[in-house]
Every structure is written in C-alpha cells, then in structure tokens.
C-alpha cells in the first residue's frame, strides 16, 4: 500500500462516485480503480461497496478511513513543517449542512482563500444527523451544522460527550419572513404568526418542512401549500415572482443580497417566533490539527464573530 492509494480512497469517499473521484484528481477512472483493487488485495477485504446513493464506504472501509485521515495529516504536517510560514499548502475536508452550504461557506471559502492562496477546502452537504457518522468514520474532520432551537444544540452536546467531541455554537441567528415587493406584508415592519398563515409557503429541500413547523409552531401544514426547491436561488426567484413567503434565517438574504438591494424581495420581521437557527462547529477532542486545518477554523471563527456582531445589531 501507499499514499497514492489513500489519497485516491479518501478522494472517492469524499466524492461518492469513482468517476468524479477521477475527474478531482486529474486521473482517469481505471487508475483510481485499480488502486483500489490492489488495495483490496492487499488488506483482504472490500473497502466501498455500492448503493443507489453511489459508492460508500463498507464498514471495514469506515474503519480503515481513519487510519488513513490519520496519516494524510502527519504527511501534510511534514509538508507544512518544511514551508515558509508566508505561504501553506494543503487540503481541509469539511462537512456543512444545507443551510451553511448555500449561506455560509462559500463566503467563508473566499475569505480562507484570500488569506491562504494555497488552501484548498473540499466541503461535503451532509444531514446535521450524519455529521457525526462522517466525523467518526475519518470521512471529514471539520463539521459545521445547523438546527432549529437551543434544545437540540444542549441534547447534541449531552450526545456527544461520550463520543469524544467539541461542540462550539458559532452563531444563534432570528428568523426572517421574506417576500414579494408586491406581497400586501411587504409594507409591513414586522408580523405576527397568524399573517404568514393566508400565503403559501417557500421552503428549500423537504428536511426544511419539519423546521417550519417547529418555527410557525404548528404540527401539521395543508401540503397544498407548500412549494419546495432544491437550492437558495430557486427560493429567491420563487419568492420574488410573488408565489408564495418564505420563512428564513436571516443570513438566507441580507440587505447585500442582489434580490434584495434591487427590492425584489422584502424582509419582514416576525413578532412571535421565539426560535433561532443555532449554527455549531464539532470537532474531535484532543485531536491535533494541522496547520492548514487551523489556519481554516480561525477563518472560520473570524468569519461567524463578525456575523455575530452583525446579529446582535440587528436584534437591538
């Protein structure tokens, strides 16, 4: 065995698929397989196996991934010891929920690479419940997660105490009503539950279903007036079309936000929604990190304490 063969592994479960595996890594796809067969050949047993999601990880192949994130990073740390602390090179494998993905890293990546040109940050969509799953199995290193309500982030962190992890809440961000300029809530300053209840509603991906819920406090919403997208921008072109209000964080669209600063949608505050999307970091304990991993997480952490700021002044 050697580094290019864990390299190739580490790359395919990252990627979930062969094909793209080698498209990351400037290979052809034979290359990356064979690899892995050999691989194979040599532990005597499978490694991925697949499945109607792609290719995944066996149980023995979660195993061995820590192993090999283990001694990736020892590598890179070697690497690192020998640069010039003007300029570092390397990789950092995060995961990030829905949310954080289509609000927060991609800010949070041109920040790192700004400060870092030689950085690069592969970042992994993950469910907030498979964040772990990821963590444990040495798929990532990093995750950042998202949920509604202080009580999940307390039974996350009762959760995780006996599995050896840091929690850190970044951030507690309010919810947003968001519409139309021509919506009759867009003259509105702020408004109360019941008002959202005569629109149909907006919501990005099916998991945001149960956050609605949660957030407008109802147990059950007529499915007739739901109208869900995939992704952030089809939310956006959704809701300024007029089809319906959205209940968001309020990073979902700040006043920067080119459909905002052109008055196409409106932000509307809610008067009765107690409830706060709390964005946190889990780490392994006493894991050593590299340096590129830390020079991420302090871009990370700079990037959330400048959006906490920003928070707390619009709450006053």
């Known amino acids: 065995m050697n580094l290019e063969q864990f390299r190739y592994i580490k790359e395919v479960s990252q990627c979930r698929s062969i094909s793209k595996a ?31 999601q792609g290719v995944e990880l066996t149980e023995d192949g979660e195993k061995v991934m820590g192993s090999i994130d283990i001694i990736l990073n020892e590598v890179q740390n070697i690497r690192n010891s020998n640069e010039s602390s003007d300029f570092i090179s390397g990789d950092v494998y995060v995961d990030a929920s829905s949310t954080i993905c289509s609000t927060i890293m991609p800010k949070v ?47 996350l962190q009762k959760s995780l105490g006996v599995r050896n992890f840091e929690t850190e ?29 005569a629109f149909p509603w907006i919501i990005q991906q099916e998991h945001n279903y149960e956050d609605n819920c949660m957030i407008l406090g109802e147990d059950e919403i007529c499915p007739n007036s739901i109208i869900s997208f995939q992704d952030k921008d089809s939310v956006k072109q ?39 999307m709390m964005h946190v970091l889990l780490t392994p304990k006493k894991r050593k990190f590299t340096t590129v991993e830390k020079c991420f997480l302090e871009e990370l952490q700079k990037f959330y304490r400048q959006l906490q700021r920003k928070e707390q002044s619009e709450m006053e």
């Open 238 to 276: 959704a809701i300024a079309a007029d089809l319906g209000i959205a209940v968001m964080a309020s990073s979902f669209a700040g006043e920067e936000d080119p459909y905002v600063a052109a008055g196409l949608i409106r932000r509307v505050g809610l008067t009765d929604v107690t409830l706060n």
């Open 169 to 197: 809440q970044l951030l507690s961000e309010h919810f947003m009503l968001y519409t139309s300029r021509n919506n009759p809530l867009a003259q509105k300053a702020a408004v109360d539950v019941e008002e959202a209840y």
């Open 109 to 155: 990546i041109i920040a790192c690479k700004q400060a870092y040109p030689g950085i690069t940050v592969h970042v992994k969509e993950t469910f907030p419940d498979k964040s772990v799953t990821s963590l444990l199995a040495g798929i990532s290193t990093i995750s950042v997660t998202s949920f509604v309500g202080v009580d999940k982030f307390k039974n």
């Open 22 to 52: 080698a498209k990351q890594l400037f290979l052809t796809q034979p290359t990356i397989s064979n690899a892995i067969h050999n691989f194979e050949e040599e532990v005597g047993y499978k490694v991925f196996r697949r499945s109607n």
